[in-house]
């Protein structure tokens, strides 16, 4: 027999058959080497188990015995109680399943079975609805190594057992052919133990401390191979020929000049980050962060009007459509004297209009604002130069890389107001280039942020809202916690809601409602209606949470807040105080029924103005499970590594990418590298 090889399809592996190869896809292995890297989902500890003769009522335990009787009967309320009984030599113990018609063919006499769950006492001890676990005698001794005991995430069809047996298979025949790469010296300097142990432990730990120590070793080499992707096509990235733009730009002088304001240092600074990267020869990939309000917008103008110097096309891509509208508009404003032609597609355009567009960018050159509606394939971008992505957590990596292919290796600017923690940020962009607006224009002051807690003040909030429009022409923006219509929470529609503020509180203002259902037109109009002098108030969904700017709107209230996450309440919050007034930012939310979490996400924003303290806090407050694994931030789905748990991590492995790339062992590391993860998991800037 061929022996078997990392890489292979576990389709090769003893026991894997046909159908058992589709439900382990399922849980992502395809190969061998995935199979050997995939982590248990927990473990159960053999010696936290406990003799049956010593539970008490009341405790949480684990108890591991033979099982001795399945027996189903009907309650008098005509319940299916299931009970299954364990016996371990020294006591035994009932578990009870009610309504459960599986549980009875599940078990049979002579299983051998862990429960675990909270004991009491009915006719003998008892524990209802237990979490079990099986483990064959067999296999017991099989894995008799461990007193740990690995519980894998399983899919329909496939057992423990099964799971147990392939690895433990896997680990005898291949763990020898399993080389180290990391130089001892670097594994020595960070305690980090050979990586054929932390495979074996890993599934079979010996010790708790081994387990731990396996570990770190992995989520140390999964950072290390993402850093050292980082790193490798950074190099490759500047060796390339890209376009050299010429940065000497009549037009670009020409906007700053005509802006009625001066940049601050900030922009300057980043201005001048990303003209040297469009100078130089290689394709710019660079992120710009920048708090909501910053004044991104006006370098990405500045910034697109080279590329229009230069004869080439700028793409302008923004998440949503009342977003792109919004850009459009500004540059609109701000290109009114310049001679350069701009366009906006996006999807709810009529055909002729569309079409218009399309033949226009084939004999013109300058900047196209829209959506995802640049992705369609009809959309032909002759000579696109130049790519700026809003707000770049809301597209995945697939669309930017799509956006790019359309022209022939742009330079790409991805914006974000939604800061990564700066001590993470290091960890995923690695050595990718990050330039940062981290002041706000002059003028600004720092909205005035206040939580109601009891919602029968709400009606001051209103009559006072009223009063400052009647006598300062203040507006404002009232948001409702619907995303949309579908959304089944116990809220009343928007429309109602919002008939009802008008009757009750601002029957003779002027009130506009803005909802994601809306056609683009009538979004359109009601934005310009708010801007202009057709509304005083203007209640709405989230979809003014990004890039919205009227300058009079210096109140905003938010109902429900505590449905909003932080980075969305911050976000909302940035569309007030542009006018350098006074601005209000009201969260209304009752102390009483809100979670401890809401109640400490509406106290941060309360405290903090600043998006990169929030960010912080946010990670801190949803732990990182829940903070990446929304992908908000376009974070690969780490397996090992905890972003928050090992940040001290970080700047261990990228000292060990330093001294690998210093010495130029890179190579030892290539096929692993082209193994262990495809290269669109890795976050991809640009
Ligand atoms: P961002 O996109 O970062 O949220 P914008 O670019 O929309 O911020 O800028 C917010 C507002 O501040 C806009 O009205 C813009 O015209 C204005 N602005 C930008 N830069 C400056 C500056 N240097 N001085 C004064 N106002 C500015
Ligand atoms: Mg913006």
Redesign the pocket.
């Known amino acids: 027999m061929v022996s078997l090889c990392l890489d292979d399809s576990i389709q090769w592996v003893k026991g894997v058959g046909p159908l058992r190869l589709k439900l382990v896809a399922r849980l992502g292995v395809l190969t061998v080497r995935e199979f050997l890297y995939l982590p248990p989902r927990r473990y159960l500890d053999r010696s936290d188990i406990k003799p049956i003769s010593d539970v008490n009522v009341g405790e949480e335990v684990t108890v591991e015995g033979d099982v001795i009787s399945v027996s189903s009967r009907r309650s008098r309320k005509n319940k299916l109680l299931t009970d299954v009984v364990l016996y371990d030599r020294t006591g035994m113990i009932t578990g009870r399943w009610f309504n459960q018609e599986w549980v009875k063919k599940r078990f049979k006499k002579g299983d051998h079975i862990f429960i675990s769950g909270t004991v009491d006492y009915f006719q003998g001890f008892q524990i209802v609805n237990p979490d079990y676990e099986f483990l064959t005698k067999e296999e017991s001794e099989l894995i008799h190594t461990g007193r740990i005991i690995p519980i894998y995430p399983l899919t329909k069809g496939l057992g423990q057992r099964f799971m147990r047996r392939t690895i433990n298979y896997l680990l005898k025949e291949l763990l020898d052919k399993i080389d180290d790469p990391l130089p001892f010296e670097v594994r020595k300097r960070h305690d980090l133990v050979p990586i054929k142990l932390a495979l074996s432990n890993l599934h079979f730990p010996l010790s708790k401390d081994l387990l731990r120590k396996s570990k770190k070793r992995l989520a140390f080499d999964e950072l290390f191979y993402l850093q050292l992707f980082l790193a490798l096509r950074r190099r490759k990235l500047k060796s390339e020929a890209g376009f050299s733009f010429n940065i000497q730009s009549g037009l670009e002088n020409k906007f700053i000049s005509s ?1 009625p ?4 240092p900030s ?1 300057e600074k980043v201005l001048s980050e990303i003209k040297r990267d469009m100078n130089s020869s290689y394709p710019m990939n660079r992120l710009l962060q ?10 990405a103008i500045a910034t697109m009007l080279i590329a229009a110097s230069n004869g080439f096309h700028s793409v302008f891509m923004a998440p949503t459509e009342i977003l792109a509208y919004q850009h459009f508009f ?1 540059i609109s404003e701000f290109l009114s004297s310049l001679s350069v032609p701009y366009w906006l597609l996006v999807g709810g355009m009529n055909p002729e209009e569309r079409e218009k567009v399309l033949i226009e960018i084939q004999e013109k050159r300058g900047i196209i604002v829209g959506t995802h509606a640049l992705l369609e394939e009809d959309v032909n971008i002759p000579d696109l130069g130049f790519v700026i992505i809003d707000e770049q957590h809301r597209f995945g990596v697939t669309q930017r890389a799509e956006i790019q292919k359309k022209g022939n290796e742009p330079d790409t600017l991805v ?1 974000t ?1 939604t800061p990564i923690p700066r001590t993470l940020a290091l960890s995923v962009y690695g050595e990718l280039d990050v330039s940062t ?1 981290d002041e706000m ?3 600004r002051i720092t909205p005035v942020s206040r939580w109601v807690k009891n919602t029968e003040k709400r009606k001051y909030v209103y009559e006072w809202i009223r009063e400052k429009n009647k006598k300062e022409g203040v507006k404002a923006y009232i948001v409702l916690p619907l995303i949309e219509e579908s959304e089944t929470l116990d809220l009343r529609s928007i429309e109602e809601e919002a008939d009802n503020l008008k009757e009750k509180y601002f029957r003779d203002l002027k009130v506009g409602i803005l909802h994601g259902k809306m056609k683009r037109e009538d979004k359109e109009i009601i934005m310009k209606g708010f801007r202009g002098s057709d509304f005083d108030i203007l209640i709405t969904t989230t979809v003014i949470e990004v ?1 919205v ?1 009227v ?1 009079e709107a210096n109140i905003m209230v938010v109902e429900n807040a505590d449905r909003f996450g932080l980075a969305t309440l911050h976000q909302l919050r ?1 569309r007030i105080g ?1 006018g350098g007034e006074r601005s209000y930012f009201i969260m209304i939310a009752s102390s009483q029924d809100i979670t401890d979490k809401a109640k400490n996400r509406l106290k941060a924003i309360k405290k903090n103005s600043s998006g990169f303290k929030l960010s912080e806090v946010d990670l801190y407050l949803r732990g990182p499970g829940e903070f990446f694994g929304t992908r908000q931030h376009g974070f690969p789905d780490f397996r090992f590594f905890d972003p928050l748990k090992d940040r001290r991590m970080i700047g261990r492995v990228r000292n060990a990418v330093k001294i690998i790339l210093d010495r130029g062992l890179e190579d030892r590391f290539r096929e692993n590298l082209k193994k262990i993860r495809k290269d669109s998991e890795f976050i991809d800037v640009g």
Request: without cysteine; glycine residues 22%; aromatic residues 4%.
């Open positions: 802006l304001f001066k940049l601050t922009q920048g708090d909501v309000g910053s004044g991104k917008t006006v370098v500004v914006m107001a607006i224009p002059p003028g890039g700017d300058p940035g542009r």
